[in-house]
T-cell receptor, first 116, second 110 residues
């Protein structure tokens, strides 16, 4: 099966610092990657869609200057939370899709961010 | 637009059946079903594409009524391991992001 990894699995940082989260497709090439945020007991909310080599498409209400997304290769996308604040604390999950495999999205294990 | 899931929560005894519904106000291209355990990422269950598909996966199956823009997930003879939150994710066309419902919290008790 297709495997997606995320790193780190959890991170605690001080308010005002920046945090980078990596999402990698381990055994397939991800033509598209998606970043979601999930607050406790809530649904997954799409933040942005990124295609390799092009700028990410952000959902309404998501600040692109705060949540920087880079999809530098077909196996790696990164999300950088800049100048993090306590309200950014959440579970961040990426998913990847391989156009050759059809419509299925493969999810990473998630990264729990806590901003103090 | 976010699909609507029902019920919001359900408690079952082992061996009982459950149905979780997912409906959309928009025409759908596909419906994806996931189960998420607390603190973990969603785990893929199945995809249903337009054309009125039905699929089965052991004791978990699903149907997709394209005309009604609805999908249902059927859990039969539930097991303790079925506990979790079930999400449907919908696509309005191919290769578009999934939009997830609010989830249905399923608890299976002995």
């Amino acid at each position: 099966g297709a495997v997606v990894s995320q790193h780190p699995s959890w991170v605690i940082c001080k308010s005002g610092t920046s945090v980078k989260i990596e999402c990698r497709s381990l055994d397939f090439q991800a033509t598209t990657m998606f970043w979601y945020r999930q607050f406790p007991k809530q649904s997954l909310m799409l933040m942005a869609t990124s295609n390799e080599g092009s700028k990410a498409t952000y959902e309404q209400g998501v600040e692109k200057d705060k949540f920087l997304i880079n999809h530098a290769s077909l196996t790696l996308s990164t999300l950088t939370v800049t100048s993090a604040h306590p309200e950014d604390s959440s579970f961040y999950i990426c998913s990847a899709r391989d156009a050759l495999r059809g419509n299925e999205q493969f999810f990473g294990p998630g990264t729990r961010l806590t901003v103090l | 637009q976010q699909p609507v899931q029902s019920p919001q929560a359900v408690i079952l005894r082992e061996g009982e059946d459950a149905v979780i519904n997912c409906s959309s106000s928009k025409a759908l291209y596909s419906v994806h079903w996931y189960r998420q355990k607390h603190g973990e990422a969603p785990v893929f269950l199945m995809i249903l594409l337009k054309g009125g598909e039905q699929k089965g996966h052991e004791k978990i199956s699903a149907s997709f009524n394209e005309k009604k823009q609805q999908s249902s997930l059927y859990l039969t003879a539930s097991q303790l391991s079925y506990s979790g939150t079930y999400f449907c994710g919908t696509e309005s066309s191919g290769n578009t992001p999934l939009v997830f419902g609010k989830g249905t919290r399923l608890s299976v008790i002995a």
